[in-house]
C-alpha cells in the first residue's frame, strides 16, 4: 500500500518525545498546530494504544502501533502551558495500565471544544524562548495505489476521446463503467 499518510521524516514516535522531554523537563511544553499556538489551559485528556492490521484493495497487508494523544485546547485562568516533565508524568502513569510501543507511531487529536478533532503527527521537539515547541501537522487520509489510480482515471479526457489508443474499452459495457468512472 503507497500510503499518504505513511510517518513522514517530520513524524516523532512517543520514545523520541519522550527521550526529549527528559533533557528538558522544566521547559513548558507548546503545542503549535493550524499556524496558532494551543492555549496555556490545554490539557491530556487520553492517551490510547493501537494495533492495526490492514489489507488494502490490492491485498497488500499491513500492520503498526500508533499511540493517539488527545489534547483539548482551551484556556484556564491563571493558567501557563504545561511544563514537559508532567506531560512525561501523564505518559508514565497512562503506561502503568496501558502498553504503549515507544517506537509506535504518535498521533495527536485535538479539539477546542468547539470544532470536531483533527488529527495531527508532530515534529521533533525545538527549545527556544524557555519553551519546548513541538509542530503539529494535518495527518493526510490514506490513498492505496488502487485509488489513486482510480483518481488519475478521473481526471482524463472522456472515453470517446480515448477509444482509439491501444487498449481502450471497445465493449458497450466497458465504455459504460468509464463514463461512471469519469462522473
Known amino acids: 500500500m503507497d500510503a499518504i499518510d505513511k510517518p513522514l521524516s517530520s513524524d516523532i514516535s512517543l520514545g523520541l518525545l ?3 522531554i527528559a533533557a528538558s523537563p522544566d521547559l513548558s511544553l507548546v503545542f503549535r498546530y493550524d499556524g496558532r499556538l494551543v492555549k496555556p489551559g490545554y490539557h491530556v485528556t487520553e492517551v490510547k494504544a493501537g494495533h492495526f492490521s490492514a489489507l488494502d484493495c490490492g491485498a497488500n497487508p499491513e500492520a503498526w ?8 485546547d482551551v484556556e484556564e485562568d491563571g493558567r501557563t502551558h504545561m511544563p514537559a ?11 502503568e495500565h496501558v502498553k504503549l510501543d515507544g517506537s509506535a ?3 495527536f487529536e485535538v479539539s477546542d471544544g468547539m470544532q ?4 495531527y503527527c508532530a515534529s521533533f521537539p525545538t527549545t527556544g524562548d524557555g519553551a519546548m515547541h513541538i509542530e503539529l501537522f494535518r495527518v493526510r487520509q490514506a490513498a492505496s495505489r488502487e485509488t489513486a489510480g482510480w483518481r488519475n482515471k478521473r481526471k482524463q479526457p472522456p472515453a470517446a476521446n480515448r477509444r482509439t489508443r491501444p487498449g481502450a474499452a471497445t465493449s458497450r459495457r466497458q465504455r459504460g463503467v468509464e463514463q461512471h468512472l469519469l462522473r
Not at 116 to 119: G, K
Open 18 to 20: 519522550l527521550e526529549a
Open 65 to 72: 502501533a500508533e499511540i493517539f494523544v488527545q489534547l483539548w
Open 85 to 95: 516533565g508532567k506531560f512525561a508524568a501523564i505518559i508514565r502513569k497512562v503506561s
Open 105 to 107: 507511531k504518535l498521533t
Open 116 to 119: 470536531p478533532m483533527q488529527l
